[in-house]
């Protein structure tokens, strides 16, 4: 009994050695290839884990946080064969999905979902280009999953209306951008839907004749 014991513990140790031999390992070429496993530095707490095809990542990785000696699963990337572009998660530590879209290197591309902390519901949504930068309609929600905000980028910069909503979904301000500044109408409304202010941007500096309302009745004018 005990000499069947001593074998079984011999094959476990023959068998540990020789996967710990098929991962981490290069091709002739030098780059990575095959399962790659890495440690957080001076500790046995795994930071990421994937397969290499002759340097590039295939299939998916999956990258961790060091809380409290533990791994603990922060994000994974399914990497496309064909492409470099990866389908990335970010987690919270009790696995809640934060956000999910497409990566291309450090790059953010395509279509982002954001999450809310407290339900599953979108935070926000938005656009980027092949750039990595913010580009077409970014929308913003409230907890019950009413959009609050709609905005639009051209290559990072608001352009455009940027309208905001109450939970009722009546609009209560209609704000114009033009090269990340405040150029054009601005208008904001009573929670009823009624016009409350009404002026004009030019650079970020308010010009031209303000209206202020009261329960739509004109109350005030300054000329700026």
Do not use: P
């Amino acid at each position: 009994m005990k000499r069947l014991l001593v074998i079984h513990l011999i094959v476990l140790s023959i068998s540990g050695f020789i996967s710990a031999q098929n991962i981490n390992q290069f091709d002739a070429n030098g780059k990575h290839h095959g399962i790659w496993k890495k440690n957080f530095d001076d500790t046995d707490v795994l930071r990421y884990e994937g397969a290499f095809q002759h340097g590039k990542e295939v299939g998916v990785f999956k990258f961790y946080k060091n809380i409290k000696g533990r791994a603990v699963l922060t994000a994974t990337k399914q990497f496309n064969a064909d492409n470099d572009i990866a389908e990335v998660q970010f987690l919270a530590s009790n696995g809640k999905v934060i956000s999910e879209g497409q990566m291309k290197g450090r790059l953010r591309v395509g279509i982002w979902k954001y999450y809310q902390k407290n339900n599953n519901n979108l935070l926000t949504t938005e656009n980027y280009n092949a750039h990595g930068v913010l580009d077409g309609e970014r929308l913003v929600y409230y907890s019950s999953g009413q959009v609050s905000e709609k905005e639009l980028y051209e290559e990072g910069k608001l352009e455009g209306i940027t309208t905001v909503y109450s939970e009722a979904n009546v609009i209560i301000k209609e704000i114009t951008y033009s090269n990340d500044m405040l150029h054009g109408s601005f208008k904001v409304y009573s929670a009823d839907g009624k016009l409350e202010i009404d002026g004009q941007f030019q650079n970020d500096k308010k010009v031209g004749l303000w209206r202020y309302y009261e329960k739509g009745e004109l109350i005030e004018q300054k000329k700026f």
